[in-house]
């Protein structure tokens, strides 16, 4: 009989700590688990399930503009914000409730209320005051929104506030230029709102390729979306009425009914005790591992957005079967996080693999560009002026395709199916000898013929 309590203990039921508990339960590990909110995490509850409704829920406006070119009149549409929220709430508590039998399923033992940790086998129960011994700990608390740290601050919201709003916004501000903040700014545009994006670098979407940046930056604007660049806010309070008074360092002043604050996501780390076990973080807050997830203590794990490595939901799963494995599978495995695929759920959406150009650039030096961007079929008759971008990176010296940047519909769709075929290594030559599916807007990516030539800067 062992000494501990569990093999395991998990901190967080969110993508990484339940796939991780799960696939050690499986393997005949005695595992608990505390989650201090919702079992579901960030990804069910408050990220991209609930997200992903009110981009379907807002991309129905467009479509039914879009549907008279094509001959339908949809007279009198109208939104209720309250039908969408109790829809779409009722899913997500089916889905956590699903995550919650999937736990218990597996013989894992669940406890509802946060943990802390004491040493390197010790953990705290918060709510019952007691402590629980484990062989093992792994780390999963996922990441939390970052705040501007501005007065008025009480006045704003975040993403998680977000999905509790009781009534849409007429006028949002929204503060953040990267996804999250691009994806609200057209769901709430989309459903009729009035919106100000303000960002304080050039253009929104940070990391992600030049073209499709532009592209989404456009995209914004075609939308309805106003896109305040080189700007921050400096202050929120709020007037007679009740609406929030936003000031930016560009000297405006806009008025909202809400205001949001999408400014990126910090590590959750904040309280939990790592210093007592010895857990070192890294500059950013997150807990430093290894390629199999171990801390800088033999005993304690970490996976998902805590590690800060690549923060999405499919990341977390990965390195928390990757840690099962190794811990109680005796299979050391390191999750490969090369060429993840990930898309971006604006309106039109966003699918990229791979390198940006000019990541590429700096670590081949030559490489060749094909790109395309054009108006796609569906828009001739809805009479969308909506543009399709697809670019292929392609290193010189091998051909090898090193990264693949789409927006445009159904990208994040078929940025999945490409992403084998970028984690593959296949060449240029290999996409080309596949054969187009006609017509569709994915073709252009096994027919792209031109290199793509910079203009002559004169
Ligand atoms: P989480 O899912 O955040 O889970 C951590 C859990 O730990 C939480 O439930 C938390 O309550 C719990 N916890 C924390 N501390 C304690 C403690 N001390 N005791 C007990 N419990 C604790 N990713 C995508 O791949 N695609 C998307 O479209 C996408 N959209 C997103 C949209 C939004 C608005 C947000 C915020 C995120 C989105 N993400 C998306 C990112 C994705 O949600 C995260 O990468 C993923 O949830 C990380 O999983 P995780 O297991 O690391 O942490």
Same mark, same amino acid.
């Given at each position: 009989?062992?000494?501990?309590?569990?093999?395991?203990?998990?901190?967080?039921?969110?993508?990484?700590?339940?796939?991780?508990?799960?696939?050690?339960?499986?393997?005949?590990?005695?595992?608990?688990?505390?989650?201090?909110?919702?079992?579901?995490?960030?990804?069910?509850?408050?990220?991209?399930?609930?997200?992903?409704?009110?981009?379907?829920?807002?991309?129905?406006?467009?479509?039914?503009?879009?549907?008279?070119?094509?001959?339908?009149?949809?007279?009198?549409?109208?939104?209720?914000?309250?039908?969408?929220?109790?829809?779409?709430?009722?899913?997500?508590?089916?889905?956590?409730?699903?995550?919650?039998?999937?736990?218990?399923?597996?013989?894992?033992?669940?406890?509802?209320?946060?943990?802390?940790?004491?040493?390197?086998?010790?953990?705290?129960?918060?709510?019952?005051?007691?402590?629980?011994?484990?062989?093992?700990?792994?780390?999963?608390?996922?990441?939390?929104?970052?705040?501007?740290?501005?007065?008025?601050?009480?006045?704003?919201?975040?993403?998680?506030?977000?999905?509790?709003?009781?009534?849409?916004?007429?006028?949002?501000?929204?503060?953040?230029?990267?996804?999250?903040?691009?994806?609200?700014?057209?769901?709430?545009?989309?459903?009729?709102?009035?919106?100000?994006?303000?960002?304080?670098?050039?253009?929104?979407?940070?990391?992600?390729?030049?073209?499709?940046?532009?592209?989404?930056?456009?995209?914004?604007?075609?939308?309805?979306?106003?896109?305040?660049?080189?700007?921050?806010?400096?202050?929120?309070?709020?007037?007679?009425?009740?609406?929030?008074?936003?000031?930016?360092?560009?000297?405006?002043?806009?008025?909202?009914?809400? /205001?949001?604050?999408? !400014?990126? +996501?910090?590590?959750?780390?904040?309280?939990? #005790?790592?210093?007592? =076990? @010895?857990?070192?973080?890294?500059?950013?807050?997150?807990?430093?591992?290894?390629?199999?997830?171990?801390?800088?203590?033999?005993?304690?794990?970490?996976?998902?957005?805590?590690?800060?490595?690549?923060?999405?939901?499919?990341?977390?799963?990965?390195?928390?079967?990757?840690?099962?494995?190794?811990?109680?599978?005796?299979?050391?495995?390191?999750?490969?996080?090369?060429?993840?695929?990930?898309?971006?759920?604006?309106?039109?959406?966003?699918?990229?693999?791979?390198?940006?150009?000019?990541?590429?650039?700096?670590?081949?030096?030559?490489?060749?560009?094909?790109?395309?961007?054009?108006?796609?079929?569906?828009?001739?008759?809805?009479?969308?002026?909506?543009?399709? /971008?697809?670019?292929? !990176?392609? +290193?010189?010296?091998?051909?090898?395709?090193? #990264?693949?940047?789409? =927006? @445009?519909?159904?990208?994040?769709?078929?940025?999945?199916?490409?992403?084998?075929?970028?984690?593959?290594?296949?060449?240029?030559?290999?996409?080309?000898?596949?054969?187009?599916?006609?017509?569709?807007?994915?073709?252009?990516?096994?027919?792209?013929?031109?290199?793509?030539?910079?203009?002559?800067?004169?």
């Amino acid at each position: 009989m062992s000494d501990f309590d569990f093999d395991l203990f998990v901190i967080g039921a969110g993508s990484g700590g339940v796939r991780a508990a799960r696939m050690s339960a499986m393997r005949g590990a005695r595992v608990a688990i505390a989650e201090e909110y919702r079992v579901g995490g960030t990804c069910v509850i408050r990220g991209c399930v609930p997200k992903k409704f009110l981009v379907y829920a807002s991309a129905y406006g467009k479509a039914f503009k879009e549907a008279e070119g094509y001959g339908w009149s949809v007279d009198g549409a109208s939104h209720d914000w309250t039908t969408l929220c109790d829809n779409l709430h009722a899913e997500v508590d089916r889905l956590s409730g699903i995550y919650w039998k999937n736990l218990s399923n597996s013989g894992v033992e669940i406890y509802s209320q946060r943990a802390e940790i004491e040493d390197a086998h010790t953990i705290r129960l918060q709510d019952d005051d007691r402590t629980i011994t484990a062989k093992y700990i792994l780390i999963a608390t996922g990441g939390q929104p970052a705040r501007m740290g501005i007065p008025g601050e009480e006045l704003t919201l975040d993403s998680n506030d977000v999905f509790l709003m009781k009534e849409r916004p007429r006028h949002v501000v929204i503060n953040g230029g990267g996804y999250i903040a691009c994806e609200f700014a057209q769901v709430f545009a989309g459903l009729g709102s009035q919106v100000c994006q303000i960002y304080r670098g050039d253009t929104v979407l940070r990391g992600f390729d030049d073209d499709i940046r532009a592209h989404v930056h456009g995209e914004l604007k075609r939308s309805g979306v106003r896109v305040m660049t080189h700007a921050n806010t400096i202050k929120v309070s709020k007037d007679g009425t009740g609406q929030r008074v936003v000031e930016t360092d560009t000297g405006d002043t806009i008025k909202a009914d809400a /205001v949001i604050q999408a !400014v990126g +996501r910090n590590p959750y780390t904040k309280g939990l #005790g790592l210093e007592n =076990a @010895g857990v070192e973080l890294d500059k950013a807050g997150a807990v430093k591992v290894d390629e199999y997830s171990k801390t800088s203590v033999d005993s304690i794990y970490a996976v998902g957005d805590v590690t800060n490595r690549v923060n999405l939901t499919p990341v977390a799963i990965r390195e928390g079967a990757a840690f099962a494995a190794t811990v109680f599978g005796e299979t050391p495995t390191a999750f490969d996080h090369a060429d993840i695929a990930s898309a971006v759920f604006t309106q039109p959406p966003v699918g990229v693999v791979g390198l940006t150009e000019a990541e590429a650039r700096r670590k081949f030096g030559q490489i060749d560009i094909y790109k395309a961007n054009f108006r796609p079929m569906k828009n001739m008759l809805s009479g969308s002026e909506s543009r399709m /971008v697809v670019k292929l !990176v392609v +290193r010189q010296d091998s051909e090898q395709v090193v #990264g693949v940047h789409m =927006a @445009g519909d159904d990208s994040p769709e078929i940025i999945q199916a490409v992403g084998i075929a970028v984690k593959a290594g296949l060449t240029k030559a290999q996409f080309d000898a596949t054969c187009a599916v006609h017509p569709t807007v994915a073709e252009e990516l096994v027919t792209l013929k031109e290199k793509w030539t910079p203009p002559e800067i004169s």
